[in-house]
């Protein structure tokens, strides 16, 4: 080989050498760099977890910036949840994948995978059962960090992650639970119209319906708002009219005696009697009877009238009647 080959090899294997090493370096960069991501998360510095708490409702917040907000929320009377929140869409409707790591001041820890969880469009696109939110409230607790991952709505594959982060968050969670302490049994949705149901040819109610105006006592004890109670009793068609009439007024009767036991103002309460007039269910059929056979109770917000037209009086009658079914 001559010296001129020798050197044409040289340069050949310099370039070579060059270029690879350039390739190589491109390739680490792109694994370690995710290309098209995007992470919204709470400053350090700035994290901090809000606490609302009254009778009716217990909240815990963190604002997200340029995202929106995680909210944990106990409603009176229903199953506590967790809410991811935004006001401009974010996420692609979906599955995102739902994961707690640790902070990023203790690097190297397990990532725990909870699996995917829905997505959805407006401004709540994600909204957890009981079940995941008291798994996330034992994660942030033992000073784990949240994440949802999924895909934007606007960019094609670029990856959105959402950090929900435990800075905080032992303090705001003593106070979350001090509220739910004295959070009230129920809510008015749940109490403002109840029907109960008597065993047939009786006026005592069973275990079940008393407890519904056991609810209505603890709700209305507290400051809800509530002026009135209208109370009307009904019968199937087995037996006389005059009988039936006679029965469904012992039955309401006995209920208004409950509540006024219980601390109701009887000027508050408007009791109504009509036997077998309005059934709610075919009295052809023993299910049917049983439906009938009831005394519904309607809290209102506002004071009682104070004169009641008999036509009006049928019309609320039978207006009561129709909406205590299936209750």
């Known amino acids: 080989m001559t010296l001129i080959d020798m050197g044409l090899l040289r340069s ?45 409702e217990c909240q815990m917040e ?39 790591v640790p902070p990023f001041w203790k690097p190297g820890g397990e990532i725990r995978r909870l699996g995917y969880v829905d997505v959805k469009g407006g401004k709540s696109p994600i909204s957890l059962d009981d079940s995941l939110t008291y798994q996330l409230m034992h994660e942030l607790y ?33 106070q979350y639970v001090e509220c739910l302490a004295q959070l009230l049994p129920v809510n008015f949705s749940q109490v403002e119209r109840i029907s109960l149901q008597y065993p047939d040819g ?15 006592l603890t709700f209305v004890t507290a400051p809800t708002g509530v002026q009135s109670f209208y109370i009307d009793g009904h019968t199937d068609s087995i037996g006389t009219r005059a009988e039936n009439l006679d029965i469904s007024k012992q039955r309401a009767e006995s209920v208004k005696k409950i509540l006024v036991d219980g601390g109701v103002s009887d000027e508050q309460i408007l009791v109504r009697w009509h036997g077998e007039r309005y059934p709610i269910a075919s009295n052809r059929t023993p299910q049917g009877r049983a439906k009938n056979r ?9 004071p009682l009238p104070e004169i009641i037209a008999p036509e009006e009086t049928s019309v609320e009658n039978k207006n009561d009647s129709q909406e205590g079914e299936g209750n």
């Not at 960069?29 to 998360?41: E, F, H, R």
């Not at 895909?151 to 594959?157: D, L, N, P, V």
């Not at 009786?202 to 609810?215: C, G, N």
């Not at 519904?296 to 506002?302: A, F, N, Q, Y």
Request: glycine share 6%; hydrophobic share 40%.
């Open 62 to 100: 963190q604002a997200i910036p340029d995202f929106g907000r995680a909210s944990f929320y106990h409603y009176a009377g229903e199953s506590p949840t967790f809410l991811l929140l935004s006001e401009t869409p974010r996420m692609k409707e979906g599955k995102a994948a739902l994961t707690t």
């Open 142 to 174: 033992n000073g784990r960090q949240v994440e949802f991952m999924r895909r934007s709505w606007f960019a094609g594959q670029q990856r959105i992650t959402v950090g929900v982060s435990n800075v905080n968050f032992r303090g705001a969670y003593d």
């Open 12 to 56: 050949q294997l310099t370039y070579c050498s060059c270029v690879c090493s350039w390739t190589l370096a491109g390739l680490l960069l792109l694994v370690s760099i995710p290309l098209n991501a995007v992470t919204y998360q709470s400053r350090l510095e700035r994290t901090e977890w809000l606490v609302s708490t009254s009778i009716y």
């Open 202 to 216: 009786e006026d005592r109610l069973e275990a079940k319906q008393l407890q519904k105006l056991e609810d209505i």
């Open 294 to 302: 009831r005394v519904t109770v309607r809290l209102s917000k506002d």
